[in-house]
């Protein structure tokens, strides 16, 4: 079972990376996934959401921050030299490579962890902005097989760790709420 896993991980991979391969998705994808060209964007919009987002939005401001470091620690730090997994670009013949590959552990995507992550807590405060955001982080973690620097179950992994440490930041920030109704953050959720 798992070597028939490990071969459509491969197959589903080589699909993506080799068969839908053209020019316009090779410069798409490309600009999709290269981080430096989302940093300032990404920091622009967290910076308005911290001064204009009034108390709600100063609040996701700040699990953002928080949420962040837990899963790019946990993804990068803990789970990939545990799995210790090759990349596809290190390992495979003929793949498209349009980026810089990596010696860096492949499971799980730091990529779809972290984008994973902020879409579900963005989505916790936010629910109208959810098929936004979530279409974000499929996006970047699709084009990080297109680009030949992980597998599907690198992106699924990613996902799914990104998902629970959300799930344990908004369970965490509820519980000390219900404790201290400090944060008001049940009320403002509410009040969508």
Not at 78 to 89: A, D, E, S, T
Not at 181 to 190: D, N, P, S, V
């Amino acid at each position: 079972m798992v070597e028939f896993l490990l071969n459509l991980d491969v197959f589903i991979f080589y699909f993506i990376n080799l068969k839908l391969q053209n020019s316009f998705f090779d410069f798409i994808m490309v600009g999709i996934t290269t981080r430096d060209y989302w940093l300032i964007p990404m920091w622009v919009a967290w910076l308005l959401l911290f001064i204009f987002g009034k108390r709600k939005g100063r609040i996701l401001a700040l699990f953002l921050l928080i949420l962040i470091a837990i899963s790019d620690q946990t993804s990068s730090h803990l789970i990939k030299p545990l799995v210790g997994r090759v990349r596809p670009c290190n390992v495979l013949p003929d793949v498209h490579l349009l980026v810089y590959c990596s010696k860096a552990g492949s499971f799980p995507s730091s990529h779809a962890t972290n984008l994973f992550a902020v879409a579900t807590l963005i989505s916790y405060f936010y629910r109208k902005a959810k098929v936004v955001f979530f279409s974000i982080a499929f996006l970047v973690s699709f084009s990080r097989i297109y680009v030949g620097v992980h597998y599907p179950s690198d992106i699924i992994g990613g996902a799914l760790l990104g998902i629970f440490c959300a799930w344990i930041i908004i369970n965490l920030f509820k519980f000390i709420d219900s404790k201290t109704a400090w944060l008001g953050t049940e009320r403002l959720i509410k009040g969508q």
